[in-house]
């Protein structure tokens, strides 16, 4: 078998020669791939590793992140050492092929241009064989892998139903005590099981595509009645003003059901329903209009937080 060379890091190389079938490797070789001993996760005390992360170690950080995905008990320590975040999380939800991936690209840049450090926390279906994220969001997101400002992380369901993966809570408190002040979370699809983004994330977005009209009312009892934002996606195209009337006719009715005493109407159509398009030009692909609205909302959650603080 002819010599191999193996490739780990930032460029850093490690060859190795092949004898019997085994693959041999000089323990100079495996020190200069895995890196000195200090620096090593495995090598430090939870209170360093926690340091680390609120830091801005991105190593740490992706290293932690991992950890959380495998469920290892050491992270369990460290979490409860991160320091506590005020991240403004985003979700993400709709069925595949909406143009999710693209969306969340769209709405890194509308925070990046404000300043915002930003995280990304992409959910795909799980390999068979590692667990691990099949579809790879990052690879979908390649205009930011080189911005500092932006952690960009896709996370396996590795079988768990919700739309989210388990590990997702704690990966956003990770990324919270990293420093991002924005987190967006995007979920691996749509259906009845993925209204628990809402409960992580603080202003909840639901992305279409044209001609999901006749699928509406299939979700209604679900995921319908979850999100704070409507966005159809793809609006160029045909069928995207029959989608766009059929969400602000559903939620007019919304507006008309009978409601508890003393409960609180939810915004309207015009306010929560908006068109995107996959253009360049940021004046005709409506998503400053959509960040707009996203911001608006923290607003009001901000300003509903105030009033339940007044005694």
């Known amino acids: 078998?002819?010599?191999?060379?193996?490739?780990?890091?930032?460029?850093?190389?490690?060859?190795?020669?092949?004898?019997?079938?085994q693959l041999v490797v000089s323990s100079e070789r495996i020190a200069a791939w895995q890196g000195s001993?200090?620096?090593?996760?495995?090598?430090?005390?939870?209170?360093?590793?926690?340091r680390r992360v609120a830091g801005g170690d991105r190593r740490a950080c992706a290293r932690l992140i991992t950890q959380v995905e495998e469920r290892d008990p050491s992270a369990l320590a460290i979490l409860e050492l991160l320091p506590a975040g005020g991240s403004f999380k985003i979700g993400i939800t709709g069925p595949p092929g909406a143009g999710k991936s693209t969306l969340v690209d769209l709405l890194v840049e509308q925070a990046r241009a404000e300043g915002a450090t930003v995280g990304v926390l992409a959910v795909d279906p799980s390999s068979l064989r590692t667990g691990g994220a099949l579809l790879g969001d990052r690879i979908r997101m390649?205009?930011?892998?080189?911005?500092?400002?932006?952690?960009i992380r896709s996370m396996g369901t590795r079988g768990h139903y919700g739309g989210l993966a388990a590990a997702t809570a704690d990966a956003a408190r990770v990324l919270e005590a990293f420093g991002c002040s924005v987190i967006l979370?995007?979920?691996v699809g749509v259906g009845q099981?993925?209204?628990?983004?809402?409960?992580?994330?603080?202003?909840t977005i639901l992305v279409l595509g044209p001609n999901s009209g006749d699928g509406i009312q299939a979700m209604k009892a679900g995921i319908m009645e979850v999100p704070d934002l409507f966005v159809v996606n793809k609006a160029d195209l045909p069928g995207a003003d029959a989608t766009l009337l059929e969400i602000?006719?559903?939620?007019?009715?919304?507006?008309?059901?009978?409601?508890?005493?003393?409960?609180?109407?939810?915004?309207?159509?015009?306010?929560?329903?908006?068109?995107?398009?996959?253009?360049?030009?940021p004046a005709r692909n409506g998503v400053p209009e959509l960040w707009r609205a996203i911001r608006d909302r923290q607003l009001l959650l901000a300003a509903r937080v105030q009033l339940e603080e007044v005694p």
């Open 193 to 203: 099981s993925e209204v628990e983004v809402a409960d992580l994330a603080d202003v």
């Open 1 to 21: 078998m002819a010599d191999g060379v193996f490739c780990h890091g930032k460029g850093s190389v490690v060859a190795a020669a092949s004898r019997e079938g």
């Open 185 to 187: 979370l995007e979920t």
């Open 37 to 50: 001993a200090p620096d090593r996760m495995s090598d430090m005390k939870p209170e360093e590793v926690a």
């Open 248 to 281: 602000r006719r559903m939620l007019a009715e919304a507006l008309d059901a009978p409601r508890l005493p003393g409960e609180t109407p939810a915004a309207g159509p015009a306010d929560r329903v908006l068109a995107t398009r996959a253009l360049d030009d």
């Open 142 to 151: 390649q205009g930011h892998a080189t911005d500092p400002g932006v952690f």
